[in-house]
């Protein structure tokens, strides 16, 4: 049982505008930054958005972050092929003093 | 560019040891950390821990306190991680990454290959 929520799946045709979700509490999402990683079939993981909402050079503006409380989300719009892949939020966890990942979620492109 | 390059999978007996190899380059290696992550087959990911590479100090999750030990070697810009007492639940792919000179600092980036660890009797 992961300490971030996230939906398990979800899918999108390309060209739509998918959001995928992660909700926390108040000693991580409510009181941290938030970063999201994508992995992509049998590869490491990357970075996507870091800093709740900015993207790293080289990733591409349909990606995009934001936050509310303790509960964020990750918005990719039109949506390609080559995005099928799992995405994770991540936030530290000052309770736990630890880094907290979501379950992950598998994106499929229909 | 900034890489993180990995030693190559293992397999290895349960109660064994098996430590684990990231080499940096393109950057200077002591003015950031190292996470270790690891993710088991078909689980997703699981933060091990961090070390400073520049005063060694390091910070680990609770469940592998007592068996997990973080180290690097500046000489050569390489970070280790070392499992003890292994057990066929550990078999996962591990993974480091950059990071801040604080535990709680910055995102993981850029990140290893992966080396996959494998526990079997």
């Known amino acids: 049982q992961s300490v971030l929520t996230q939906p398990p799946s979800t899918s999108g045709t390309p060209g739509q505008r998918v959001t995928i979700s992660c909700s926390g509490s108040?000693?991580?999402?409510?009181?941290?930054?938030v970063n999201w990683y994508q992995q992509l079939p049998g590869t490491a993981p990357k970075l996507l958005i870091y800093?709740?909402?900015q993207r790293p050079s080289g990733v591409p503006d349909r990606f995009s972050g934001s936050k509310s409380g303790t509960s964020t989300s990750l918005a990719i719009s039109g949506l390609q092929s080559e995005d099928e892949a799992d995405y994770y939020c991540?936030?530290?966890?000052?309770?736990?003093?630890?880094?907290?990942f979501g379950g992950g979620t598998r994106l499929t492109v229909l | 560019q900034v890489q993180l390059v990995q030693s190559g999978a293992e397999v290895k007996e349960p109660g064994a040891s098996v430590k684990v190899s990231c080499k940096a380059s393109g950057y200077t290696f002591t003015s950031y950390g190292v996470y270790w992550v690891r993710q088991a087959p078909g689980q997703g990911l699981e933060w091990m821990g961090w070390i400073n590479a520049y005063n060694a100090n390091t910070r680990y999750t609770q469940k592998l306190q007592g068996r997990v030990t973080m180290t690097t070697d500046t000489s050569t810009s390489t970070a280790y991680m070392e499992l003890r007492s292994l057990r066929s639940d550990d078999t996962a792919v591990y993974y480091c990454?950059?990071?801040?000179?604080?535990?709680?600092?910055?995102?993981?980036?850029?990140w290893g290959q992966g080396t996959l660890v494998t526990v079997s009797s």
């Open positions: 108040s000693s991580n999402i409510g009181s941290r930054l």
């Open positions: 991540a936030a530290w966890d000052d309770s736990l003093n630890g880094w907290v």
């Open positions: 990454a950059r990071g801040g000179k604080t535990a709680a600092e910055l995102a993981f980036d850029p």
């Open positions: 800093s709740n909402n």
